[in-house]
């Protein structure tokens, strides 16, 4: 939500997630202990879930796609946090919201980055895998339990080419049922004695020369018991890799393994996926009792979903806290009371959802930075530097690895891989004051500062195109200023640049100044320069119409010459005199008195004209 009069936030968040969430990543405290990562972030918030808090790859699409055409439009850099996702196929980055994400993200595209929570299906063995051969008959068969009623739901994902009908062979075997092998092409149910069951396939993309076969599986189980589910069939030119996801209301058990559970979007090949570890598992609630999670500090959650993406890629890249967080509570949902605080303001969470903003919180800290030193970062850059400086310790093992990725957020550690070194420039304070029609910056090194210069740019909008004032950099001490005199009446941003003796350079600001149109009082000013030769620019302040009248005299009083002597504007006004007098003939060195003579107003002061 962009800060201004306009932005007025009327939606009431019932679910809390989406308020949880931006709490961690950008809360500014509102006077609690509660900051978030990035507190002086501005939002733009867009609601991608249905009044039942489900949510359509459309609608996710939908988001993204605005967000970016938003923050274009502002000249914005922006993180979108994406605690959302789903697990199962394709799981390779190759679905629709994936291929949304990298259309708008990645390597080239930078000022911007996509993060994704990585799931909460961690230690669910709903997952198999096996590679077949070029022998159609091996198989991968997978054992589960259900109650009486249960709708089971199996995704199969083959990597067959081409992935045509014939290739791939499902078979279904309850406590008295056989069914298969049938292939999907087309779509088969029958009712069974033991359930009914539907097998559909689809060529995944959906063309002939694809590498994928999706095969969906639904079971409506009569009664409890255990079946399993066999594939068999020809590789052909593709890898062979067959991976079955089963989901259901009631499992009993499975024989799966706990793998490839990032499912989409969160194998997304551009996002940033952020896995989970915990922080805390000790809280107070609202009524002062003392409540645990159970999980051990500093491991891994349980839930975490762990990677690879189904084609190899790693995922999660890395993991950040979520178990247990405090964070802002929505006044329109609903908490268990453990989980509520004191003060009904916050509340404590657990999942994946509030590992990912931490991490987009980081991020959009690295972009102020980033912007600052006048440096832009894109996806690709931003999960490097999160990879590269990212914490091992005994609880992680060796890393990379299918759980925490490349380990334990480490936020210092990430903006030396991105920044380098803090700089050695460093102000103190940078102020802006308007004096008539000029604006004077002034700036203050803090101890210990060390420079080489500095540049003054000048913008109209915060977002607009920054002008270079300055030609030669600004030297000094440590106190350094700058005077501009804008084209217009207006609102201005300035900012400093830096530059320290390593070459790295920063920018400081923004400040902002508005010049008035109008003076408020009559006011006369000091020429510059002043000695002058063999021109001075003499300024005055005319708050209303007036006959003005200015004159320039020599210290018997003689006029010399007369600038102006008509009806003028109200306004800030400034006239040049070339050092001569009423007949154009240059005078001598000396001192000269200028008077402004504006209705009742008037006022004298002394120029000094110094010749070679």
Known sequence: MLRDESSLFTHQDIHGLGTHVTGIAAGNGGGTAYVGMAPEADMIIVKATRDNATFSSADVITALQYIDAKAHILGRQYVVNMSLGATGGPADGSDAEAKAIDAIVGPGKPRKAVVVAAGNDGGKRIHARVTLNDDPTATLSQKFTVEANDDVLLQIWSQIKPNDIGKIFVTLTGPDTTFGPVSGFPTVTQNQRDGTITVVSSPHPYILTGTDIQTLVSLTAKRRGTWTVSVCGAKGQGSGNVDMWIFGSSFIDTDGDDAFLTGQPASTKNAITVGSYVTKSVWVDFTGTARTSGSATDAVSGFSSPGPARDGRQKPEISAPSEAIASTFSSTSSASSEFLLSGFTHRINLGTSMAAPHVAGAIALAFQEGAKRQTAFDAGQLRDALMN????????????????????????????????GPLTVQLASFTAATDGPRVRLTWHLAAGTGHTGFHVYRSVGLQGERLRLTEQPIEGDTTLSFT???PQSGTYYYWVADFDRFGRSALHGPVIATLTTVPTIFRLRRNRPNPFNPTATIECDIPRAEHVVLRIFDTLGREVRTLVDTRQPAGFHRVVWDGTNREGQRVGSGVYLYTLTAGTFTQSMRMTLLKK
């Not at 060796?398 to 891989?417: Q, R, S, Y």
């Open 389 to 420: 400086s990212a914490d091992a310790d005994a609880n992680t093992g060796e890393v990379p690895n299918i759980k925490w990725g490349t380990g334990k957020l480490d936020t210092d550690g990430f903006f030396t891989a991105l920044l380098g």
């Open 484 to 486: 501009d005199t804008p």
